[in-house]
C-alpha cells in the first residue's frame, strides 16, 4: 500500500505506538526504560549460567575458548549497534513528526542495509576467524576449540542483527516493551538448551562446547521469526513489508551518516577495555583477577543509567522530530534527576561496601584488597557517567551521533589511555590506571554536558515537509 504525504497528521497505519511528544516526562522515561532493563538484566543473568555450565563442567580450557572468542564477534556486533541506533533515532524523529512514510522508508532502508551487513561480516568472520584469534595470542592448546566454536557462533550474526534492528525500531515507536517479551523468550530458550546440547540429554546429540553455540543460534533465529509474526499478527507501524524493500538514497545516508559514528564509538570502547587490560595484566594475576570481579560490579551498577540514557535518545528523539524543544529540556532536566539520583545511591553503596561486593566473586584477601580499591576510586564515575548518558542520550536523538563519538575517542584514547601509561609511575602501581579511569569519565562529562549547552544539536537533521513524504511504493 502506497503511503503518501497527507498522512503526515492523525493516527498512523496499523498500531501506533507510544506517543512520547505529549503527557508525564518522567513517567515517560521510567515506563519506557524499565522494560529494557528488565532485558539487560536477563542477558547479564544467562551470561553467568552460561559461564557456569562452561567452567564448572566443560572445564577451563573451554571457558577460555569462549572468553577469547567473543571479543572479536563483539567488534564485528558493533557494526548493528551502530546501524541499529541510527534507525531508533530516524524513526522516532519521524514518529514524532508524524511522517508515516518516512518512517516506512527507514523501515525498508534499514532491512536491506542491516541484513546486507550482516551478511558480509558473517563471511568475513568465516574466512578470518583463525586469523583474529591468533592475533589476540590465544593460547595453542585453546586455539583449535575457539576457532571451532568462533566459526559456529558467527552464525547468530544475522539473527542477533535482527533482534537489533527490530528491538530499534519498536523503541522508535515507543514500544520498549515488546522486544524484552521475545528477548526473554529467547534467553529462557538458549538456557533451557545450552544443558540439552552440551550434554547430549533427551537424545540430543552430544556437542560440547559448541552445543551453547548452537543453543545461542536456534533461540535467537526463534526470536527474529517470532517477532515478525507477531508484529504481522499486530499491523504495527514498522511491519515490513518484504515485497517492496528497497534502498532509498536520501534515508540510506542519514542512516550511514547517523550510524558509522555509533560504529566507531562502540568499537573504539571496546579496543580501549582491551589496551586496559593489558596495562592491568602488567601488575599480575592478582591485579587481573580483581580488575575482572569488579568490573563484573561495574557492569551491573551501570546498567539503569545506561537503560535511561537509551530511553532518553527516543523520548528526545520523538519531540525533536516534534518540534517540541521545550519538552526536550525538560527530559533533559529529568533525566538528570533520575539517573544521577539512582547512580548516586549506587555510587554510595559501592564506594562504602567494595570488599562486601567482591566476596561475591572472590575470596581471596589480596585481590579483594586490590579490587576495592579499584572500585572506591572508579565507583564515583558511576554517578559522572550517569549525567553523561543523559547529555548524549539528547545528542544522540537528535541525530548528532558524531559530537558523541568524538568526545568518546577524546576522552578515552586521548585521555584515559595516556594516563593509564604514565600515572602507575607516579602514584601507587595498578591504582594511577584507576585515577586515569576517574580523570577521564569526569573530562568526557564535561565535554557531554557542554556540548549539550551550546544548543548546537538542536540542527534540523530530518526534513518533514508535505513534498518530503516520499511514497513507499
Not at 87 to 95: D, H, M, P, R, V
Not at 116 to 145: E, F
Not at 155 to 164: D, L, N, V, Y
Request: glycine share 12%; aromatic share 10%; hydrophobic share 50%.
Amino acid at each position: 500500500m502506497a503511503l503518501h504525504g497527507r498522512q503526515r497528521d492523525g493516527a498512523p497505519p496499523g498500531k501506533s505506538g507510544r506517543d512520547l511528544t505529549t503527557g508525564s516526562i518522567p513517567r515517560h522515561l521510567v515506563a519506557f526504560a524499565m522494560p529494557m532493563l528488565a532485558g539487560n538484566l536477563l542477558q547479564t543473568t544467562y551470561s553467568l549460567i552460561n559461564a557456569f555450565w562452561v567452567g564448572r563442567f566443560l572445564g577451563t580450557g573451554a571457558l577460555a575458548a569462549i572468553t577469547v572468542s567473543l571479543p572479536a564477534v563483539f567488534v564485528l556486533i558493533a557494526a548493528a549497534g551502530g546501524l541499529t541506533m541510527a534507525t531508533n533515532i530516524l524513526i522516532a524523529q519521524y514518529f514524532g513528526a508524524r511522517d508515516w512514510a518516512r518512517v516506512r522508508l527507514v523501515v525498508h532502508t534499514s532491512i536491506v542495509l542491516v541484513g546486507g551487513l550482516s551478511l558480509a561480516l558473517l563471511g568475513l568472520g568465516l574466512l578470518s576467524a583463525d586469523r583474529l584469534l591468533h592475533l589476540i595470542n590465544t593460547p595453542p592448546d585453546v586455539l583449535p576449540m575457539a576457532t571451532g566454536y568462533m566459526r559456529l557462533f558467527l552464525w547468530t550474526i544475522p539473527f542477533g542483527f535482527g533482534i537489533f534492528l527490530i528491538g530499534s525500531m519498536l523503541r522508535g515507536i515507543g514500544d520498549s516493551r515488546t522486544p524484552v517479551y521475545f528477548q526473554a523468550v529467547s534467553v529462557a530458550l538458549n538456557t533451557i538448551l545450552d544443558p540439552l546440547l552440551m550434554f547430549g540429554w533427551l537424545g540430543l546429540p552430544k556437542l560440547g562446547l559448541n552445543g551453547t553455540a548452537c543453543a545461542s543460534i536456534i533461540s535467537q533465529a526463534a526470536a527474529v521469526a517470532a517477532l515478525l509474526a507477531y508484529m504481522q499478527l499486530r499491523r504495527s507501524l514498522v511491519t515490513p513489508d518484504w515485497r517492496h524493500l528497497r534502498v532509498d538514497g536520501g534515508t540510506a545516508w542519514l542512516t550511514v551518516r547517523i550510524g558509522v559514528p555509533a560504529m566507531i564509538q562502540q568499537s573504539v570502547v571496546s579496543v580501549s577495555l582491551l589496551v586496559i587490560v593489558s596495562f592491568v595484566s602488567a601488575f599480575g594475576a592478582n591485579a587481573d583477577a580483581a580488575f575482572g570481579a569488579a568490573i563484573r560490579i561495574d557492569q551491573i551498577a551501570f546498567l539503569p543509567a545506561l537503560t535511561i540514557g537509551i530511553a532518553i535518545s527516543t523520548v528526545a528523539g520523538q519531540n525533536i522530530g516534534a518540534g517540541h524543544y521545550g519538552r526536550v529540556r525538560q527530559v533533559f532536566w529529568w533525566g538528570i534527576l533520575l539517573s544521577g539520583g539512582i547512580s548516586l545511591v549506587i555510587s554510595l553503596v559501592v564506594v562504602t561496601i567494595p570488599e562486601v561486593l567482591l566476596r561475591g566473586f572472590i575470596n581471596q584477601p589480596q585481590v579483594i584488597a586490590i579490587g576495592a580499591g579499584y572500585l572506591r576510586i572508579v565507583g564515583i564515575t558511576y554517578t559522572l557517567y550517569a549525567f553523561s548518558f543523559v547529555s548524549n542520550g539528547v545528542i544522540n536523538g537528535a541525530g548528532q551521533t558524531q559530537w558523541t563519538t568524538l568526545m568518546s575517542v577524546i576522552g578515552l584514547w586521548g585521555i584515559r589511555l595516556p594516563l593509564a601509561a604514565v600515572l602507575p609511575r607516579y602514584v601507587h602501581g595498578v591504582t594511577g590506571i584507576w585515577y586515569a579511569m576517574l580523570a577521564s569519565v569526569g573530562c568526557t562529562m564535561l565535554m557531554s554536558l557542554g556540548y549539550y549547552s551550546t544548543g548546537r544539536w538542536r540542527r534540523p537533521l530530518i526534513s518533514t515537509g508535505p513534498q518530503g513524504a516520499a511514497a513507499d511504493q
